[in-house]
């Protein structure tokens, strides 16, 4: 084999060995690699066989796993439900969105007729799981990642902002031990749901989670559940405030928990034995059939926490975050695991 450099003239990718030039139009080769060296066969001027690095790239592969894509695009968009303008003009350019937020409840796939007919994004069949979520969705991963910086980016002119009014911060990630679900009853096309960005399309906590389960944690462990008696409390209402015609506003503020890192969502399954006789129509026994209902969760991914506030003792309210997060979890099923987390760094 030859040894070679990878060059671009004239709008073509060549690979340069030994002041010859050799055509990559066969290898259809992306442009990431540009300036890099590799060994390489030949036939007449076309390269057929390339090695870069630990690559090997033959010709023809790049374009039958390109008609393979299109043709997976192509099936995808027929079995969605949308506008038939908006299905002609993503065909027309081979793509689907990398929103997962608009994957998942504006590109649903379905399956049966009219009244029949049902949502089939993801799906459990004999103890596996068909229709998997695409998520990151194909070709997304690199924006993902950049929207994640920028959420970081974005966190950190908060909490300038915040801080040039006076306001004190603290932070910490905390991650599931196993996997967390948020906004599992929310309207949806399925029969469950999971909260999603509305426009980054990436799983995130609400702060109104984040206030009520530590708003919670306060009042059972503090106050004996007595809720009443809580907004009683000077200290209990200086941080979440209480309602009513003297109502107050609390003094802590509670930001949205963001993903550091790409999240990790997986299909999950509730497997209800006795379905009908819950619904009262039959009596249990071992005749009934199961009936598998999917959902979503976020496995071991680590999210930002952040609080602000002028006057409250923001380091003791942040332990007690803490011990709520690791002591009730956060989210749908709790009482089960989910949600429960551990605290990564301050």
Do not use: C
Request: aromatic share 10%; net charge positive; glycine share 10%.
């Amino acid at each position: 084999m030859r040894k070679g450099k990878i060059i671009k003239k004239k709008g073509k990718l060549l690979i340069e060995s030994g002041g010859k030039t050799f055509s990559l139009k066969k290898i259809n080769l992306g442009e990431e690699y540009i300036g890099k060296e590799g060994e390489f066969t030949t036939e007449g001027p076309y390269v057929v066989r390339l090695k870069v690095g630990d690559r090997e790239f033959k010709a023809g592969e790049e374009k039958e796993a390109s008609h393979e894509k299109e043709s997976g695009i192509r099936s995808y968009l027929r079995e969605t439900k949308i506008p038939s303008d908006t299905r002609s003009v993503l065909l027309s350019s081979l793509k689907i969105p990398d929103n997962f937020l608009l994957q998942l409840q504006k590109f649903a796939r379905w399956e049966g007729e009219k009244e029949g007919e049902k949502a089939k994004f993801f799906k459990a069949s004999r103890g596996e799981v068909e229709y998997q979520p695409l998520f990151p969705p194909p070709g997304s991963s690199k924006s993902l990642a950049d929207k994640i910086k920028e959420i970081k980016e974005r966190i950190e002119g908060i909490k300038e902002a915040f801080g040039r009014l006076g306001y004190k911060s603290v932070s910490f990630q905390a991650r599931p031990l196993w996997r967390m679900t948020v906004g599992l009853g929310s309207p949806s096309v399925y029969e469950t749901s999971i909260t999603l960005h509305h426009i980054y399309g990436i799983p995130y906590i609400p702060a109104s989670a984040i206030k009520g389960v530590l708003r919670t944690y306060y009042i059972l462990e503090k106050f004996s559940g007595d809720e009443k008696r809580a907004e009683e409390d000077e200290e209990f209402v200086a941080i979440f405030g209480k309602g009513g015609d003297k109502g107050e506003r609390g003094g802590v503020i509670f930001l949205d928990a963001y993903p550091v890192e790409i999240p990790r969502i997986k299909v999950d399954i509730v497997n209800p034995h006795y379905k009908e006789y819950y619904e009262g129509k039959k009596p249990p026994a071992d005749y009934l059939e199961p009936t598998p209902i999917t959902f979503l969760v976020v496995e071991n991914t680590p999210f930002l926490f952040l609080l602000f506030s002028r006057k409250t003792d923001l380091e003791k309210v942040k332990g007690e975050l803490k011990k709520a997060l690791e002591e009730y979890g956060l989210g749908a099923k709790t009482s089960l695991g989910y949600g429960v987390m551990e605290t990564l760094t301050e």
